[in-house]
């Protein structure tokens, strides 16, 4: 025999009666990582570098999104060619990575003070992935800023097309990490190589 006080009436409010509360969006932003793709357009990488390159960051803005991260694109040379911010939206960020042209020289510099401007004042996990083909020319510069970032809770990950643009990158953007950097081999392990900086993404999220 069932007791008389069991609660035989399962239902329940529904769970769209009400509108969000003003504070949602505040409060998935927190929750939700903002990351960074810097990609180096220098003329370096023009013909099939560049085009791997599109093709791995575009892997990586999917995946990426699928990891609850909101993505913005710096295509950097000698300076900043474009800045799209974490909040664009992601087909417009899409489009202008497939758009990527190169350009002259090499200066990570004014993609870092982009970066810091941009995600300093944040909250939550963000991110800065940088991919270059050589060796940074300001890299002391680079490096003090770097630190800034670092002191801000902004987190580096690193991928150099050959061993010379890992080490740069890597002593640059985390200098005190056994894993500094990974290094892309040649430019048929490119494409996998940039997107595999989204499973970054996830593991330093776990750790932090």
Same mark, same amino acid.
């Given at each position: 025999?069932?007791?008389? @006080?069991?609660?035989?009436?399962?239902?329940?409010?529904?769970?769209?009666?009400?509108?969000?509360? %003003?504070?949602?969006?505040?409060?998935?932003?927190?929750?939700?990582?903002?990351?960074?793709? $810097?990609?180096?357009?220098?003329?370096?990488?023009?013909?099939?570098?560049?085009?791997?390159?599109?093709?791995?960051?575009?892997?990586?803005?999917?995946?990426?999104?699928?990891?609850?991260?909101? $993505?913005?694109?710096?295509? @950097?040379? *000698?300076?900043?060619?474009?800045?799209?911010?974490?909040?664009?939206?992601?087909?417009?960020?899409?489009?202008?990575?497939?758009?990527?042209?190169?350009?002259?020289?090499?200066?990570?510099?004014?993609?870092?003070?982009?970066?810091?401007?941009?995600?300093?004042?944040?909250? *939550?996990?963000?991110?800065? $992935?940088?991919?270059?083909?050589?060796?940074?020319?300001?890299?002391?510069?680079?490096?003090?800023?770097?630190?800034?970032?670092?002191?801000?809770?902004?987190?580096?990950?690193? %991928?150099?097309?050959?061993?010379?643009?890992?080490?740069?990158?890597?002593? =640059?953007?985390?200098?005190?990490?056994?894993?500094?950097?990974?290094?892309?081999?040649?430019?048929?392990?490119?494409?996998?190589? =940039?997107?595999?900086?989204?499973?970054?993404?996830?593991?330093?999220?776990?750790?932090?």
């Amino acid at each position: 025999m069932v007791a008389s @006080w069991v609660r035989r009436n399962f239902d329940g409010v529904g769970v769209t009666q009400y509108k969000p509360g %003003r504070h949602l969006e505040a409060v998935q932003d927190h929750y939700c990582g903002k990351a960074l793709l $810097c990609i180096d357009v220098s003329y370096s990488m023009e013909g099939a570098p560049l085009r791997a390159a599109v093709d791995g960051g575009l892997d990586f803005l999917s995946e990426a999104r699928t990891a609850y991260y909101k $993505c913005g694109l710096v295509l @950097w040379a *000698g300076r900043v060619v474009t800045h799209l911010r974490t909040n664009t939206d992601h087909e417009k960020v899409r489009g202008r990575l497939r758009s990527a042209r190169p350009g002259y020289g090499t200066a990570l510099a004014p993609t870092l003070r982009a970066a810091i401007k941009e995600l300093g004042p944040m909250s *939550g996990d963000r991110v800065v $992935c940088v991919f270059s083909d050589g060796i940074i020319p300001d890299a002391t510069e680079a490096a003090r800023l770097a630190k800034r970032a670092r002191a801000l809770g902004i987190r580096f990950v690193v %991928r150099g097309l050959g061993d010379e643009a890992g080490r740069s990158l890597g002593r =640059i953007l985390r200098p005190d990490q056994e894993d500094a950097a990974e290094t892309i081999r040649n430019v048929g392990d490119l494409r996998r190589g =940039i997107a595999s900086m989204a499973v970054s993404l996830r593991a330093g999220r776990k750790r932090s």
